[in-house]
């Protein structure tokens, strides 16, 4: 399954990626273990994906939480709570 | 509907005279100016950068202003946003509301920035004495946006 992925603000800054094109595993489909999977890249990726820090992420656009589905060909982002206004 | 995020600053005067005259049974115009402020959790703030999710961004901001007008009775709503850096005193961001009466353009135009400091994906970073760092996000503002949802489906 062949996705692209955003990162941005404090997770674009600190994983130095701001986008990648990915072609998961057939057991990777939800974000939750979109997370889990980049987390094992090491140390950055877990404490960004999976540590303290919040991070919401959007598919396609939309914030969703952690259950929701990932298609081929989805646009998936991760981002820090947002701030503007 | 419009919205426009953009780095250029915005003319608030002419933006509320367009939303005046686009109809002629509009008999309130609402506003909301934010500023960027020098103080920020009691530190020196010098310099601020807005990052946003192009594409992401004026699809939730679209979608914040579909929500008000379909639960107040209102004419028109504008958003701008600013991003790129900016210093104390620019303006940030403006929100404006016509409508019939001031009553709905009120509620409408507090509802929409509720749910853009929560909801639109826009980050700030601040340029402080004691160095650059990623501004938090607030739980007031979360508790601001929840006001609205008592006896309200949510709208993610």
Redesign the interface.
Known sequence: MKIKL?Y???LKETLKYSTEDLDLPADVVTILKLKAFLAKRGDVWGEMLMGKL?VRA?IN???VDDKATIADGDEV?F??????? | MTVRVQTEDFDLGLEISQLRMARKDTGAVVSFV?QVRDLNDGDTVSQLT????P??TE??LSLIIGQAKSRWDIFDALII?RVGTLQPTDQ??LVAVSGAHRGEAFKACEFI?DY??????????EVTQSGEH????KQT?DAARERWTIGHESI?
């Not at chain 1, 981002?79 to 206004?85: D, E, I, L, Q, R």
């Not at chain 2, 807005?50 to 999710?53: G, I, R, V």
């Not at chain 2, 853009?116 to 970073?125: G, I």
């Open positions: 955003f941005f603000a404090r919040k959007a656009h939309e914030l982002a981002f820090p709570p947002v701030t503007g206004g | 934010g807005l990052e946003h999710y594409g992401m699809r939730s946003h940030i961001v920035m853009l400091k929560t909801e639109a994906p826009f980050w700030k970073k990623w501004v938090e996000a503002d993610e």
